[in-house]
């Protein structure tokens, strides 16, 4: 079943309502996501969403990411750092309105942010 995004004509984006823990990240962690617009079934390989990823302070994950789908990302808020270590040192920092493109199959981070950080993702299956 192929998944579509809706139709959405500059809708407000409600920054405080609507976020839930991120899958993929530890429980706990305060890593939430607030969907955009669309779906995406890794499952079944199929979809495309647009989503919302907010990083709490002081976080950091310990191993690269790696997954099957289209990633693009922009980091709009906040300090963003990749390629720390699996205890949160070291890692090149990146500013607000910076931009990755990473097709499936790519390793990826780890990632911390010292003081929390807003990012906009946009992952697909093409």
């Given at each position: ?46 979809g495309s969403r647009t ?74 299956y093409r």
């Amino acid at each position: 079943m192929v998944m579509h995004k809706q139709h959405i004509e500059f809708a407000p984006v409600d920054r405080e309502h609507g976020w839930e823990a991120a899958p993929g990240y530890p429980e706990g962690s305060g890593v939430l996501h607030k969907i955009l617009a669309g779906a995406l079934d890794e499952s079944a390989g199929t979809g495309s969403r647009t989503r919302l990823l907010r990083f709490p302070a002081r976080f950091h994950t310990r191993t690269p990411f790696v997954h099957s789908y289209w990633e693009e990302v922009v980091l709009l808020e906040g300090d963003l750092w990749v390629g720390n270590d699996s205890r949160g040192d070291g890692g090149e920092r990146f500013q607000p309105l910076t931009y990755a493109c990473r097709p499936p199959g790519i390793h990826h981070g780890p990632f911390k942010s010292v003081g929390g950080c807003l990012l906009l993702e946009l992952h697909d299956y093409r």
